[in-house]
């Protein structure tokens, strides 16, 4: 009985969707156009379902050929995988690389370093999702997520790639107007801007004294108030920019501002819980070549760039 998914069908609508047209996916098969047509139109027949709308000028997918493309890049990437864990497959990287990050991070850091990374490994394709809560692992759509703290489930791998802290900063032209606050307290009668991010406590700001001469003190909480708040940390940075409050955030989002001067830490004598920079990924794919060779790559790409954040 022929079956109505072919394993070799996987690897042939990875390429026909990746190239975008069946005369692009015939050159790279060396088929004839109307070969790849037939072998199409045989899929759609034996899944008794479209996966491709056709027109005399583009090519674009069904909701049905989405959801066939996903899971047989993801079938494809686990075949990959286990010919690596088996010693098949050299240690070239190679295949589909699902990546996750948070939106600022990710777009001021990872993004720039996927294309560098891709000129270096050709034979890696890199799908880049930016969501504010990282995805659940239960729903497989990520192999590397990049995220602010380790993550606390033991069925993924959290390798540390960058210290990291946030920094509670304003413009000057705020604090000039407003005066800067001596200590937490004073962060009370001051506009914090608010951000809603992950599971964090909205408006709870911990404070850890670094510079008392006495015992380690415990860390202040500060409920703060504001009239302002967005779940988008560039948006928030943004308006402390413009004068609007004090905000805070990742040392590698306000670093270059707060060395041209355009943000001005505040409370440098305190110090907030750690936010360091990791590298998330299942324990499946910890001998994955793609993996490790991102996960390598990206780590050497935040070494470079620490002292830039530090300063």
């Known amino acids: 009985m022929s079956l109505a998914i072919q394993p070799a069908d996987l690897g042939f609508f990875s390429i026909l969707a990746t190239a975008g047209s069946l005369g692009a996916a015939a050159r790279e098969l060396a088929l004839s156009t109307s070969a790849v047509s037939k072998r199409l139109a045989q899929m759609e027949a034996r899944l008794g379902m479209a996966l491709i709308n056709r027109t005399t000028r583009r090519m674009s997918l069904t909701p049905e050929g989405k959801l066939y493309l996903e899971h047989a890049r993801r079938i494809l990437g686990e075949i990959d995988d286990l010919e690596q864990l088996l010693g098949v497959a050299n240690a070239t990287p190679s295949g589909l690389l699902r990546v996750n990050a948070a939106p600022v991070f990710g ?63 304003a413009a000057p032209a705020y604090l000039a107007e407003h005066g800067e606050p001596k200590a937490p307290s004073d962060l009370t009668r001051h506009n914090c801007i608010g951000i809603h991010e992950g599971d964090e406590s909205y408006g709870i700001w911990r404070l850890i004294n670094t510079h008392s001469q006495t015992q380690a003190l415990p860390p202040e909480t500060v409920k703060t108030r504001g009239d302002l708040s967005t779940n988008d940390g560039e948006i928030a940075v943004g308006w402390a920019l413009e004068g609007h409050g004090i905000v805070m955030r990742s040392q590698w989002d306000v670093a270059p501002h707060l060395r041209d001067g355009r943000l001005v830490e505040v409370l440098p004598q305190y110090r907030t819980p750690d936010a360091d920079i990791y590298a998330i990924y299942p324990k499946r794919h910890q001998l994955s070549a793609r993996v490790r060779a991102f996960v390598d790559f990206m780590a050497a790409t935040l070494l470079q760039g620490d002292s830039d954040a530090e300063g």
């Open 107 to 169: 777009r001021r850091h990872v993004a720039p370093a996927i294309l560098r990374f891709i000129r270096r490994h050709r034979q890696v394709e890199v799908q880049l999702q930016l969501s504010v809560q990282p995805p659940s692992l239960a729903d497989d759509v990520f192999d590397v997520c990049i995220r602010y703290g380790a993550a606390p489930d033991t069925r993924v791998i959290a390798r540390l790639l960058a210290s990291n802290r946030r920094v509670m900063c």
